[in-house]
């Protein structure tokens, strides 16, 4: 079992930047990557930016140079520094930590998510 809490979200003007904190607990060492996810208002979730066991990461172009994924091992905790916050970011922000099985099947888990509100 893994728990996920996610931190820093708020509300920003457009331009402004904020970094989210995603702190594991649990089965930590099972965990194979970690993402962030986000959800706005009648839209569906959708995968912000991942970074797996090994080190590598990957976002949205809708974020690329803008949005940083980051991991502190010894704290347990992933980040995600956003920069150039624009109104479209507007969303509630998921933690998802993975963690893989034998034959490519594995566990999600989810965080209760932190909002984030960019103001025109």
């Known amino acids: 079992q893994v728990q996920l809490v996610e931190s820093g979200g708020g509300l920003v003007q457009a331009g402004e930047s904020l970094r989210l904190s995603c702190a594991a607990s649990?089965?930590?060492?099972?965990?194979?990557?970690m993402a962030w996810y986000r959800q706005a208002p009648g839209n569906q979730r959708e995968l912000v930016a991942v970074?797996?066991?090994?080190?590598?990461?990957n976002y949205a172009d809708s974020v690329k140079g803008r949005f940083t994924i980051s991991r502190d091992i010894a704290k347990n905790t992933v980040y995600l520094q956003m920069n150039s916050l624009k109104p479209e970011d507007t969303a509630v922000y998921y933690c998802?930590?993975?963690?893989?099985?034998?034959?490519?099947?594995?566990?999600?888990?989810w965080g209760k998510g932190t909002l984030v509100t960019v103001s025109s």
């Open positions: 649990g089965s930590i060492r099972s965990i194979n990557a």
């Open positions: 998802n930590a993975y963690v893989g099985g034998p034959y490519a099947y594995g566990t999600d888990y």
């Open positions: 970074i797996v066991s090994g080190g590598s990461t």
